[in-house]
């Protein structure tokens, strides 16, 4: 019998959870699920006799270790900074590990130790990060091995709400970790344009931004996503004149969301004093207006548009205009803003999110310009079971059988899933699940 330890069981976290528990009584596992809140555990396992719940808080050592220690390989869901926490136990222990985030520092930093150990720490395996890195290495190494030149690349990936749940001008809902919402383009981004290094700040990211065109969609915006620049190598494609790594959203998402750092209310390195204070209060301190009576347009006139446009009904509609009392406390503006959009953007229990990725590839074969567009278009059946968890926790789960099963070659060290004896077997059990891409060529 093998042991399998799942970290987290939030929104994500459904079908991840019922694939390894489907597969259970044929393989004869044992699901272990932790989390810090039981009934999440609860309502994923679903009284599963191969599920066995472990509440516990995961930065606690005495609580995590027993646990990854009985396990044979572990899958995280975890937020991004407590990987770290289970990748040292994974060394200690000697076992595998699966992640859905990006690799960061610390993990990177331990790539030697873990290919001495002869383990496999896989990260950026769900959906972008994961689904993105093995398609496009499936269509660049089937380029590569017909001497085609590629010369531009570009990606882009997006968790929106699907059409017939959008009731909102942000047409947006939140069908993932909403705190990432409000940190997302953080860090500013950096990509390449015509052989040229560009870089964006956070408070430019959100400003003019361009349009694809998806079929049955229409235009949908993008914003650059973090660093595409370290993906050149990996992807091996260092002579590349062009490559994009890109975030997509409805294009008045986009404007609201860069009139609100405008106004800095995306900021967790504030602090304010929420007694006695209302929406519009609050608005009227971050943007210094002193009369509330003209609070409209002087927020207007500092964003430099119209008092009747876009950006302003996008703010109206959240209330930031209103008398609505704050919850006394002490909270950062982004920490407001987030209690905020958590009841604003919530999607209902029959409601459907939808997952949309795209990549563009242009290349030279024989003296000819080629164009791939390869796209995906996922829905989901309602708020649980959501296109976000399908394809964030699908390729998790399935890399997890093949390499309980002995089915996929283990390379030892830190990786993300772009090399071909990980991609094909799951991208092939992928598409018996419904996801699969549409390829058009001009």
């Known amino acids: 019998m093998h042991t399998i330890l799942v970290a987290g069981a939030g929104k994500s976290s459904t079908y991840l959870i019922q694939y390894l528990l489907s597969h259970a009584a044929q393989n004869k596992w044992k699901v272990i699920v932790a989390d810090g809140d039981a009934n999440a555990i609860a309502e994923k396992t679903e009284n599963s006799p191969f599920a066995e719940a472990a509440p516990i808080d995961i930065t606690n050592a005495d609580q995590r270790e027993p646990l990854v220690k009985r396990a044979d390989i572990v899958v995280s869901l975890m937020p991004p900074t407590l990987h770290i926490h289970l990748a040292k136990d994974c060394l200690k222990y000697k076992k595998n590990l699966i992640t859905s985030s990006y690799i960061s520092d610390e993990m990177k930093a331990m790539d030697e130790d873990v290919k001495n150990a002869g383990l496999m720490f896989m990260c950026e395996m769900g959906l972008d990060p994961g689904i993105d890195h093995m398609t496009a290495s499936k269509i660049i190494h089937s380029i ?24 909102n001008p942000w047409h947006y809902k939140f069908s993932w970790n909403p705190r990432n919402i409000i940190t997302a383009g953080l ?23 361009k349009k694809i065109k998806v079929d049955g969609l229409g235009s949908l915006a993008y914003y650059p996503n973090r660093d595409s620049l370290k993906y050149l190598d990996i992807y091996d494609m260092p002579d590349i004149k062009t490559f994009l790594r890109a975030t997509l959203r409805y294009p008045s998402f986009c404007q609201g969301w860069d009139a609100l750092i405008q106004l800095d209310m995306t900021t967790m390195e504030d602090s304010f004093d929420k007694k006695g204070q209302t929406l519009a209060s609050w608005l009227m301190a971050k943007s210094g207006c002193t009369d509330k009576n003209k609070l409209k347009q002087h927020v207007a006139d500092k964003l430099h548009v119209d008092i009747d ?24 503006s982004g920490e407001i ?7 604003k953007w919530e999607m209902a229990s029959a409601e459907k999110d939808m997952v949309v990725m795209q990549h563009e590839i242009e290349y030279m074969h024989k003296g000819r310009k080629t164009k791939l567009t390869s796209t995906m278009v996922i829905k989901g059946e309602n708020r649980d079971k959501s296109a976000m968890a399908k394809t964030v926790g699908l390729p998790m789960g399935i890399l997890a059988r093949l390499v309980l099963n002995k089915k996929v070659a283990l ?13 094909r077997p799951v991208l092939a059990e992928l598409e018996d699940h419904g996801i699969e891409f549409i390829d058009e060529i001009a």
């Open 144 to 167: 590569h091995r017909v001497a085609g030149s590629i010369y531009s690349f570009k990606s882009y990936c997006g968790g929106l709400i699907a059409p017939e749940s959008d009731n």
């Open 187 to 209: 860090g500013g981004a950096k990509y390449l344009q015509n052989g040229k290094v560009v870089e964006v700040t956070y408070e430019k990211i959100f400003e003019n931004n």
């Open 309 to 332: 446009s876009t950006q302003m009904e996008l703010l109206g509609w959240l209330g930031l205009f209103e008398e609505y009392p704050l919850m006394p406390g002490t909270a950062s």
């Open 337 to 343: 803003l987030l209690d905020l959009l958590l009841n």
């Open 411 to 423: 390379q030892p060290g830190v990786h993300i899933p772009n090399m071909q004896a990980v991609y």
